[in-house]
């Protein structure tokens, strides 16, 4: 069975450190992983990543995936309070319309 | 600029009762998705559409069924509510299947008593 796992599950942190977010997936015929950031509402699109050690960056975002060893890293630096949010990963797959998302990590930033 | 419209944004029903949720997108995306969002268990695929007059099951379909009459619509309907459907409805677009973010709509919660 197709599925994705995010660890960990929650994280608290004082602002200004660095988190390392990660997804881990066993998904027949993997075409794409896509991070999102959900705060109170809508989740919002991050990245989109399709090849192996090819970084995705935007501004203290960054984002890597393995296909190898099929995991990805979600990486924030200089934590902010705004960053606090749930963090999905999806994986998107062929063969049948197929979307698996993870149960997401909770990330606290206190100030 | 609107993108994804969901409403309500909150609703309570009681058992047995039937509701629809309206989906409304303005960036004439082809495909429209529900998605039902429990605590632990992520965003879940409950039915898809990939255009206009099209619908299909995602992975947790039962007691739900859908329309799409226009190409801007996704209506997500509860025949008969149970309590097992309380849940954060997510209705999401995208232009295409795959290689496509998904924009998302703000949620609607239904809580059946």
């Known amino acids: 069975e197709d599925k994705v796992v995010q660890s960990p599950l929650s994280l608290v942190v004082h602002e200004g450190d660095t988190v390392t977010l990660n997804c881990s997936y066993e998904v027949t015929n993997f075409r794409s992983l896509l991070w999102y950031k959900q705060e109170k509402k809508a989740p919002t699109f991050l990245f989109m990543l399709t090849s192996s050690g090819i970084e995705k960056k935007s501004g203290r975002l960054s984002s890597i995936l393995d296909k190898k060893e099929l995991f990805s890293i979600l990486n924030i630096t200089a934590t902010q309070t705004g960053d606090s949010a749930i963090y999905l990963c999806a994986v998107e797959a062929t063969g049948g319309f197929k979307t698996i998302f993870g149960a997401g990590t909770r990330l606290f930033v206190k100030a | 600029n609107a993108g994804v419209t969901q409403t309500p944004k909150f609703r309570v029903l009681k058992t047995g009762q039937s509701m629809t949720l309206l989906c409304a997108q303005d960036m004439n995306h082809e495909y429209m998705y529900w998605y039902r969002q429990d605590p632990g268990m992520g965003l879940r695929l409950i039915h898809y559409?990939?255009?206009?007059?099209?619908?299909a099951k995602g992975e947790v379909p039962d007691g739900y069924n859908v329309s799409r009459l226009k190409k801007q619509n996704f209506l997500l309907g509860l025949e008969s509510a149970a309590p097992s459907q309380t849940s954060v409805y997510f209705c999401?677009?995208?232009?295409?299947?795959?290689?496509?973010?998904?924009?998302f709509g703000d949620g609607t919660r239904l809580s059946i008593l």
């Open positions: 999401a677009s995208s232009q295409g299947q795959l290689y496509q973010p998904q924009h």
């Open positions: 559409s990939v255009g206009e007059g099209t619908t």
